[in-house]
Every structure is written in C-alpha cells, then in structure tokens.
C-alpha cells in the first residue's frame, strides 16, 4: 500500500518532535518492538479518521554540532519536498516571524507542494492576534495550534486528510514492477543502479509529468517494464548530507513504502550490520518482496564454500526474512546482476501469486493431521478453513475457534507447509485469524 507521507518542517525550537509525538503517540507503543526503523523516532505511521499515512519529523534529522544550522534546515526542507504530499510548516507563535521562517517559506512556495502552514505554540483557546503576521509568509492562513497542550490538533489533522492525493497509485500503470534499492550509506546502491542502467539489454524511458515522477527512473529489462524508486536520491549526492545516515533513513523507508519488492544490498566485505536489520524488517513488516544482493563480491578472496558461509552468516542474522533469495554481484564488474533480474521476475510472481482456496485448504487439512494443534486448559486449536484475501503480500484468511490458541509457532508451521508447495521465495507471508463459533 502506498500511504501519503507528512513531513514536518521548521527551524528548530518551534515544536515539531513534541507535535510528532502529540500525533503518533498510540502508534509508538505498538511499533516499538519490531525490527523496524519506527523506534528512531523521525518516522512513524499515523492515523486519522482511519486515513493512514507516515508521519516525518525532519527535526530528528539534527546534525552534529558542528554543523551550520542554514545548510542543515535547507537539508531539511529540502528532502520534505522531495519525499511528501503534505508538508506541515511550524513557526512559534510566541517568537513571531524570524528571517529563517522566511527563508524557509520561500523554498516550500517554490516547491508547488501541499504546505500547511502551522502557528504553533497558542496557548489559549480562541483565535489569537499573534497568528495574523505570519499571514506574510505567503502561505495562506496559519493554523493556530498548540502542541503541547493539544489545541487544534483535530482541525489541523482534518486538514491534512484534506490534502491527500485521491489516488496515490494512478501515478504508476501496474505493468511497471516498482523496485527500491535500498541499504546503508557506501555499500554500492548508486553503483548498482549505475550499472543497470548502462547496459545494453536496458532502455530508459523518460516519463514527462509530475515532480515524483523525475526523482524515479522507469526501465525495460529485455520485455520487462521496472521502475526504480528515488533513482535520483541515489545517483545524484549533492553534499555530505546525503552519505549522513540519519538521512538516508529517511529516503530509505519513503522508498520502500513506495515500492514492491526491495533490493537490500549488502556490502561483502562488511557483512551484516544492525543497519541492515532495520531496513531489512521495515520492509518485511510493510509485506514488501525482498532480495538480498551481496555486493563487492570482486573484493572477497574465494575459496570453495566462501558464498555458503556467507549464506549462513546472513540466514543467522536476517533469520526473519528467511524467504528472501540471495545473489552475490559485483556493482563494479556487473557480475551476475542478469542473475538479479532472473531473481526480480520469480519474486514480482510471487508477490502476486494466487492459490485456490480448495487448494489451501488441502494444505491446511495435511498440515493438522501431520502435526496436531496446541491446546490450552483441554481446548484444542480448531483450524475451519482459509481462503487467499489478498496479494502483494499475499494473504490468507485463516478461520479458527479461539484466537489465543493459535501461537506464533503454529503459524510458522503453517507458513512453512504453504511455501512447501508453493514456495512464495521473495515474499511474506501475511497472516489474519478470525474466530467462527
Ligand atoms: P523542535 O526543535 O521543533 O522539535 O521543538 P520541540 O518539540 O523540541 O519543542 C521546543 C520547545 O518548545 C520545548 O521546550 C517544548 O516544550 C516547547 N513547546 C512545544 N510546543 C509548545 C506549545 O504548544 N506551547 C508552548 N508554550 N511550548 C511548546
Ligand atoms: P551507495 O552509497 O550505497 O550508493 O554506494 P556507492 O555506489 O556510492 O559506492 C560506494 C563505494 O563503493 C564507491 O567507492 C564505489 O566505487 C564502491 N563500490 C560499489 N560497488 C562496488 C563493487 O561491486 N565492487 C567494488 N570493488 N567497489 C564497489
């Protein structure tokens, strides 16, 4: 699903991190224990009038101190342009109008973006004079807010939900598989997309349109039609900014959010990292195919078993995404990315792949008779019968008699005897448990 993203900007002190934390708070508490990247704070999915979208607070991208604070807020505004549908503009309606708010105004009028602009810090209920001298920042009426007291902040969400594309995914024809590279800073991404893009078997197609349109690259792959999502935040680095990692998170997680099926590239000669789990669950999370691309590989000394013990090493780590196809390529060389697009073809199959629901059901009924279902205090897990709901990820409807019978190790058994016939390499599997009397 391809949810709107909300960027919040502003210079700092105005209250962005304690408006992010005032809209996604419930959120917080359910996302905090997966793998994903949610827990940095910067990001979050949100919620309104069961409008999903992510929520992005550019200021949890602070630099190190060192840094000048104009360039660093540019940063800022500049990747919220790149990134959203909605922009949330906060100035502080206590200090009034500062020359960075103006500068700052000036880049998100150019942008031709959705910017909401945001008094914060309104204390007191009713309309306050304060708000009207920001009228001259020239981006329409300021939402008088405040965050900390939390005033205003169902009109102002209100308001947001109003700005919504209708429909995000018009922007794409489905025939184009949305793939995003996505990895740790150096690892080899823009070498990778490079590559690709410089062979011969490979077509670039220029798309005129929207803004989005110029940061994404659409291609054909011999018959195949692919866009690579945010080609333009990897292959043009314009300052130090962008090898910053903070950063790059955030380019990463709009990317995947984007996309169907994600490249995590991994650098051969650093092997896994912590970085790497993250992107790598947030993906898995968001039911996003997946391949795994060892890179660098010209770089690693061979000897017979080198790639399995690097399998091994990457299964150990990245257990949870144990479907995920492993290729070792070298960006540099181009040594087996034809392999990367053999890989790419089963998975966009496998995202996509249907099975009957007399065929499921086949499945479930060996899979209880092979392996009884637990029980708890002389009640046994009932498993009805299931059906496909969905697909990209696919997902199956399971109806059974008691929710808290069914643990996560019986789903597991479940899952494994489904991708015993039908494989599904590439791609979650999404579960949902409904109880029938
Ligand atoms: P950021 O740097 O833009 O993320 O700003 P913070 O959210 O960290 O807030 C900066 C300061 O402003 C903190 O001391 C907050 O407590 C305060 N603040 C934030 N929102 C409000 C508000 O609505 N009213 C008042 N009076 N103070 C606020
Ligand atoms: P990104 O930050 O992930 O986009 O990484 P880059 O594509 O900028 O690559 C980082 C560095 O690794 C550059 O110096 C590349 O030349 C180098 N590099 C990338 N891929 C390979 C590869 O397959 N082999 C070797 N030897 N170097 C590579």
């Not at 940095?40 to 200021?59: C, H, M, P, Q, V």
């Not at 602070?62 to 104009?70: R, V």
């Not at 279902?373 to 002389?378: L, R, T, V, W, Y």
Request: proline share 3%; aromatic share 8%; with cysteine.
């Amino acid at each position: 699903m391809d949810r709107p993203v909300v960027c919040i900007v502003g210079r700092p002190n105005v209250g962005k991190s304690t408006l992010f934390n005032k809209i996604v708070r419930k959120r917080i508490a359910i996302t905090e224990d997966n793998p994903g990247v949610t827990r940095d704070r910067i990001y979050s999915e949100a919620e309104w009038l069961n409008k999903y979208f992510t929520l992005i607070d550019t200021g949890g991208l602070e630099p190190e101190a060192e840094e000048i604070i104009p360039t660093h807020i540019r940063q800022q505004v500049e990747i919220a342009i790149e990134s959203a549908d909605v922009i949330l503009f906060i100035v502080d309606g206590m200090e009034g109008v500062t020359s960075t708010d103006r500068d700052i105004a000036n880049m998100l009028r150019k942008s031709g973006k959705e910017v909401l602009l945001v008094c914060n810090k309104i204390d007191t209920k009713g309309v306050s004079d304060q708000i009207y001298e920001f009228y001259e920042l020239g981006l329409g009426s300021p939402i008088a807010i405040s965050a900390e007291q939390g005033l205003g902040i169902g009109d102002l969400l209100d308001e947001v939900i109003k700005h919504f594309p209708e429909h995000k995914d018009i922007e794409y024809d489905d025939e184009h598989v949305k793939i995003a590279i996505i990895g740790k800073p150096n690892v080899g991404k823009s070498s990778l997309i490079n590559n690709i893009l410089g062979e011969d078997r490979v077509i670039v197609t220029d798309i005129p349109g929207t803004t989005r349109d110029a940061i994404d690259t659409y291609f054909t792959y011999g018959e195949d039609k692919y866009i690579f999502i945010d080609t333009a935040g990897l292959r043009r680095k314009r300052s130090i900014f962008e090898k910053v990692e903070r950063y790059s998170v955030i380019r990463t997680l709009t990317a995947v959010d984007r996309s169907d099926i994600c490249v995590l590239v991994i650098d051969a000669t650093e092997g896994v990292s912590e970085q790497d789990t993250k992107i790598a669950g947030y993906a898995h999370d968001n039911g996003k195919g997946l391949i795994i691309a060892v890179n660098k590989w010209d770089l690693i000394e061979k000897e017979t078993n080198t790639h399995l013990e690097f399998e091994k090493d990457i299964r150990n780590k990245l257990s949870f995404i144990s479907y995920a196809p492993i290729v070792f390529i070298s960006a540099k060389t181009g040594k087996r990315v034809d392999r990367l697009f053999q890989l790419l073809k089963v998975v966009n199959n496998n995202i996509n792949l249907r099975i009957s629901t007399g065929v499921l059901n086949d499945i479930i009924s060996e899979a209880i008779l092979l392996s009884q279902p637990p029980s708890d205090k002389g009640v046994r897990l009932k498993i009805y019968y299931g059906t496909q709901v969905g697909v990209r990820p696919p997902k199956f409807l399971i109806f059974i008699n008691k929710k808290e019978l069914m643990h996560f190790s019986y789903q597991r058994y479940l899952e494994n005897q489904i991708r015993k016939y039908f494989g599904f390499d590439g791609t979650p599997i999404q579960f949902e448990f409904k109880e029938k009397g």
